[in-house]
């Protein structure tokens, strides 16, 4: 069924530890300037985590995330898993179950 077009798209971001806090941003900001732009919300985001809380990216700057179980009746149009160096030392069932939301 296609989308309603008045509805804002809606990203769940999903960062592990030690994220690169700089790619995470960058994907995030065209999101943002369109909806400055156009005055309205097009997009709307959510940054979560496994266990949620506090997340420390690679940069040493910590971020509050929603924990995966408290997101996990949402229905996000996109999931995406930000990492960072050798993300496979974060494979989980949780992560990767999470992929399957949308």
Known sequence: ???DPK??????VIVMPNFNLAATVNFLDPFRVANYLDG?????????????GAIVAS???T???RSLTAVRD???DIVIISSS???ELHRSPAPCG?????
Request: glycine content about 6%.
């Open 59 to 61: 940069n040493g700057l």
């Open 7 to 12: 509805t804002p798209l809606s990203v769940l």
């Open 1 to 3: 069924m296609p989308r």
């Open 74 to 76: 949402e229905s996000p």
């Open 63 to 65: 971020i509050e995330t």
């Open 40 to 52: 309205c919300t097009h997009f709307r985001w959510e940054i979560a985590s496994i266990a949620g």
């Open 85 to 87: 160096w050798a993300p």
């Open 98 to 102: 999470a992929l399957s939301l949308s």
